[in-house]
């Protein structure tokens, strides 16, 4: 279930963010402070202005004239204090903001990147991406309501309730009281009554994102079963739910609207009141009056969109609250601080009593399992599904922590490696490679970035990718698609090996890597994986037994336990062997397919 957070965690989130750039954020709230107290005291020269033109008792028409322009000048000058001040704080504002979301959308996708592989299957791609680029701009919306919301208004309402109080305490007060009632109730309607609806209309907001994700990735998968139709129903059905959760959302935000309204046009009507009944009494002159009604302006100014301060600020605090949660989130498989970098050099691998057990799981894949694979070793891992073959790649990349025990390499423990020198010690070629919508230099040259372009041709060469790229308009600077659809199966595979082959890696991994090639190109590149495991450490997944002929010790894995091991001679000549059964189910399988 999603975590909850409110302001003060917000606030927290935000807050580390501003105090990287404090000369940024000093600059900005200070001027614009500077900036609202113009605004505080624009009503008395105002006042002072009427009181100047109006007031023929007291002075000559020289000396009016004179206080008039004074009272003008005065009233101009705070007027261009007021905007220049504003000016100036916005020159602040803005390089703090860009700054401060480039640090955000920054920090969450480096925590994204290295939550744990369960997160990442639990969690829809286009839904993670909505939920970042969100909540960088909820981060904008929070920080703009507290410095040009929350700050002026704070600043007016405080200064102009204690210039009424000083002139007019009844005033002050009723201004106070009034003032105090309309804060609570935009609170509370917001609160309890619009962010409820806000919050269902967001998960519905990312629901929808995460839909069509969904959808448009697995496009082929809709085509090939002429699913259009169907998921355009899926879809819309989403988009409804979203709509009718919006319209009640965006409905309830007009209630409060109306409710405020009304409250302020209650103020006025009593703030101008006071005012009157003040100058009938004599103890106030026309200026002042003016000075009550501009002061009101000011104050209906603020108060007028304080309702949408408060909806603003509990809608950018719905938003942000998948950041904050991805930053509270424990990294489930971090380096340790006295983390060092792995030397790798013979490729060894060691499981000694390893125990170890899914999150969601009670039994255990591992029980205090042990296991040596020799320097320059080949190794194939057999078994049924679930029997922990895959689990034990994913441990040796340390995609996962274990429950107890140790996996070395080379001696080395790898929990006390950096990450990142770990898996640049191991080449993987996955069944099904996932390519970046990038060049195919790029896509080939991801394992080792700084490769040549010799060294990436060279490595496609030896991978027999090389002539299809030739082929193609734009050579190696094709773009391949998003996941590398523009390619066969078998070309992305190809891509696949010749990053293994750029990679140079003493352990080697290959999950059934010639799964996706015919059989002419499979025999045409058998000779160039036998190059690439020879003096590496090679593990391979094997789904065809067929397959397993070359290497030196075949595991045969069932229920996280090796069961067998040995040669394939070795294994074929157990008349009751597990490894034989397996091969005898996988040939008669193939058998009824033929038929």
Not at 182 to 187: P, T
Request: glycine fraction near 8%; aromatic fraction near 10%; charge should be negative.
């Amino acid at each position: 279930m999603k975590q909850k957070f409110g302001f003060r965690e917000a606030s927290v989130f935000v807050w580390r963010y501003w105090r990287q750039v404090p000369w940024l954020l000093s600059g900005a709230f200070v001027t614009m402070a500077l900036a609202t107290l113009c605004d505080v005291f624009l009503p008395v020269f105002a006042g002072r202005l009427i009181d100047s033109l109006a007031d023929v008792a007291f002075a000559e028409p020289a000396a009016r004239v004179g206080d008039a322009y004074w009272a003008l000048t005065a009233f101009v000058g705070i007027s261009v204090a007021f905007h220049l001040f504003r000016e100036v704080s916005y020159r602040f504002w803005i390089p703090l903001a860009t700054i401060s979301m480039r640090r955000i959308i920054g920090d969450a996708f480096y925590r994204v990147q290295r939550f744990s592989a369960d997160w990442q299957a639990n969690s829809f791609a286009g839904a993670t991406v909505r939920k970042i680029s969100r909540g960088m701009w909820a981060y904008d919306e929070f920080a703009d309501t507290i410095y040009i919301g929350y700050l002026p208004a704070a600043i007016v309402l405080v200064g102009i309730t204690a210039n009424l109080m000083v002139n007019w305490l009844l005033m002050g007060v009723f201004v106070l009281v009034a003032v105090s009632i309309y804060l609570v109730v935009s609170i509370l309607l917001v609160s309890l009554y619009v962010a409820p609806a806000n919050e269902i209309m967001n998960e519905s907001d990312s629901a929808v994102g995460a839909a069509m994700a969904d959808a448009v990735s697995c496009n082929a998968t809709v085509k090939s079963f002429g699913a259009e139709k169907r998921e355009d129903k899926r879809f819309f059905d989403v988009a409804d739910l979203w709509r009718r959760r919006a319209r009640k959302a965006w409905s309830r935000e007009i209630n409060g609207g109306t409710v405020l309204s009304v409250m302020s046009l209650l103020l006025q009507a009593g703030l101008l009141s006071l005012a009157l009944w003040y100058w009938s009494r004599g103890q106030a002159t026309a200026g002042d009056v003016t000075f009550v009604m501009t002061s009101y302006f000011v104050i209906h100014g603020y108060l007028r969109e304080i309702g949408q301060h408060v909806r603003n600020m509990q809608k950018a605090i719905n938003e942000i609250e998948d950041l904050v949660g991805f930053q509270k989130q424990v990294i489930d498989v971090a380096d340790r601080e006295t983390a060092s970098d792995l030397r790798a050099d013979g490729g060894a691998i060691a499981f000694d009593g390893v125990t170890f057990r899914y999150g969601n799981q009670r039994t255990p894949i591992y029980a205090d399992f042990s296991l040596r694979i020799g320097a320059g070793e080949r190794v194939a891992l057999v078994g049924p599904s679930g029997s922990g073959k895959s689990t034990f790649v994913k441990l040796v990349q340390r995609l996962y922590d274990v429950d107890h025990g140790e996996i070395r390499i080379d001696g080395q423990d790898i929990a006390g490696a950096t990450q990142e020198s770990l898996r640049r010690a191991i080449a993987l070629v996955p069944q099904d490679p996932a390519l970046f919508h990038r060049s195919l230099a790029e896509n080939i040259a991801y394992a080792r970035p700084e490769a040549s372009r010799e060294e990436i041709e060279q490595a496609a060469r030896r991978a027999h990718a090389h002539d299809f790229i030739q082929r193609l308009p734009q050579g190696y600077e094709t773009l391949v698609g998003e996941r590398g659809v523009k390619l066969s199966g078998g070309e992305r595979q190809r891509v696949a090996l010749a990053r293994a082959f750029l990679a140079d890696a003493p352990i080697l991994i290959l999950d059934e890597a010639t799964s996706s090639l015919d059989s002419i190109t499979e025999a045409q590149i058998q000779e160039a994986i036998e190059e690439l495991m020879e003096g590496r450490t090679t593990i391979v997944i094997a789904h065809r037994l067929s397959t397993v002929r070359s290497v030196d010790r075949i595991l045969v894995f069932r229920d996280g336990c090796i069961v067998e091991q040995g040669t394939q001679q070795e294994l074929l000549a157990r008349d009751d062997g597990h490894f034989r059964e397996l091969l005898a189910m996988q040939i008669e399988g193939l058998a009824l397919e033929g038929n």
